[in-house]
């Protein structure tokens, strides 16, 4: 683990990563709060190409929570069947479904605890919907941003709620609310698990990695 790089070495590296994409953007398709719900939650231990692959055609015809318990657990799963652990999945989206019609009138609710509330959707997916949906600056760590953070220096932490506090602790406030995408993007693309991009990388001089792949 990396020791956590100081305010201005923090500051100029968000500053880098807005130059270099000032609006950067979550890679799972949905068309309103409901079918983030519903991609996000889809989307654990599967990549986000997967679940656009199966969503495409299902948020057609489901893109409501009553349309989607219309559609039913069996329908679900042909559109998911893709996805793994899809049958779990499946059951989870038709109980959160039936919750948010039955308790909060077929509507996504805003806060964290009442998304926590529903079945699959952990404090990550609740926000990534914070953040996507409500603009609030929630940090939704995965295991790219855990890693950039800890091998970067820029949010050590021992798990993802310890990196998820030094990204609030420490990332300044004008860059919380995409700190969490830039840093998604930049691990999966270019900070990767096992042949990192140090060479064409723009933190390259301010990073703390030792191991550097240049």
Known sequence: MAKQLDYHTIHEIFTRFEAQEAEPKGELDHVNAYTLVVAVALSAQATDAGVNKAT?????????????????????????????????????????SRILVDDYDGQVPSSRAALQ??????????????????????????????????????????DVDAVERAIEDHIPVEFQQHAHHWMILHGRYT????????????????????EKNL
Not at 66 to 83: A, N, Y
Not at 131 to 149: C, E, K, S
Not at 200 to 207: A, F
Request: charged residues 25%; glycine residues 8%.
């Open 56 to 96: 495409k055609a299902l948020f057609k015809i489901a893109d409501t929570p009553q349309k989607m318990l219309d559609l039913g657990e069996e329908g679900l799963i042909e559109h998911i069947k893709t996805i793994g652990l899809f049958r779990n999945k499946a059951k989870n989206v038709i109980k959160l």
């Open 117 to 158: 509330s529903l079945p699959g959707v952990g404090r990550k997916t609740a926000n990534v919907v914070l953040n996507m949906w409500f603009h609030y600056p929630a940090q939704a760590v995965d295991t790219h941003i855990f890693r950039l953070g800890n091998r970067s220096g820029l949010a050590p932490g021992k």
């Open 191 to 210: 900070c990767k698990a096992r042949k990192p991009l140090c060479g064409t990388c723009i933190i390259r001089d301010l990073c703390q990695f030792e």
